[in-house]
């Protein structure tokens, strides 16, 4: 048990040093090469880098140390460890990126007359990197400690804070940068939120069925014989009609979702049904925990 608790940090810090070292480079390599940009304290350190040219490693820390001195007063020191692992990291990866370029061990990508390209990869590379981070809870710090102080004491939206942001600091980069390079970002931020969607949601998406049915116990029986899927059945009260029925809810994979609806509706044509998404199913017949 003492060295199952000693390994279990290491088992989130190494995935997080992991990620912010594909950000680091994302940036670097892809971003401010072709004056792209980002958002979050990220992309104000991009606008330092563009306007001042003060290098990223440096700004990217010195904008979060306040940030971080509120946060342990505010949130706590344990909300706030790996958020300070992963801001810390990344610094110091963009420190180690920065000498490798101007020593010119790696030479960023500049494309110049295909920049589509350049935020095409920029997305992968920064959406894989805070995906990783964020999967095994850690942030990279900036905004997402200011999203966390106001949804505790203001109660706003986290989601809500963090794009208001990003909009404000995306947009006051028109005064810097052409706006054709503010249009390559946001393809460059789509792809990155789809790649982070991805990467915390799993690769493996399940279909939840929830089946309202007079039939629902034949469903099941049926469902459980011929496609060997568990299914939970719950009493019910129609609030219209007043009449108690069953409801049946089980998980199938995605390929089963026609089979499965080809059963209901031979059982009960009338049956009402509810498909939803499910993520990283874990148990008998899915991933092991």
């Not at 931020?189 to 929830?210: C, M, N, P, R, W």
């Amino acid at each position: 048990m003492k060295l199952h608790n000693f390994i279990s940090p290491f088992k989130q810090t190494i995935p997080i040093l992991l990620g912010t070292a594909i950000y680091a480079f994302g940036l670097l390599y892809f971003v401010i090469p072709n004056k792209l940009m980002e958002g979050g304290l990220t992309g104000i350190a991009l606008l330092l880098n563009y306007v001042f040219e003060i290098q990223p490693s440096l700004s990217t820390l010195l904008l979060n140390i306040p940030l971080f001195l509120v946060g342990l007063k505010i949130l706590g020191g344990r909300p706030m460890g790996y958020t300070i692992v992963g801001t810390l990291s990344l610094s110091f990866f963009l420190w180690l990126l920065e000498r490798l370029i101007s020593a010119g061990i790696i030479v960023p990508f500049n494309a110049e007359h295909d920049i589509i390209l350049a935020a095409l990869y920029a997305g992968v590379t920064l959406g894989a990197g805070l995906g990783i981070v964020f999967r095994f809870g850690g942030t990279t710090g900036g905004v997402d400690i200011i999203a966390r102080i106001l949804n505790r004491n203001r109660g706003w939206s986290m989601g809500q804070i963090i794009l208001m942001l990003d909009v404000v600091i995306i947009g006051s980069a028109l005064f810097f940068i052409p706006k054709e390079k503010i249009l390559y970002t946001f393809v460059t931020v789509f792809i990155a939120s789809k790649l982070i969607d991805f990467i915390q949601e799993g690769a493996y998406a399940a279909k939840a069925f929830t089946i309202i049915s007079d039939h629902a116990p034949e469903i099941a029986d049926i469902i459980t014989k011929e496609m060997e899927r568990g299914v939970t059945l719950i009493p019910v009260i129609g609030a219209y009609s007043k009449q108690a029925k069953h409801m049946a809810y089980c998980v199938i994979s995605r390929q089963e979702m026609r089979r499965l609806q080809g059963i209901i509706r031979s059982v009960d044509p009338r049956a009402f049904i509810i498909i939803n998404d499910v993520h990283d199913v874990h148990g008998e017949g899915f991933k092991e925990s």
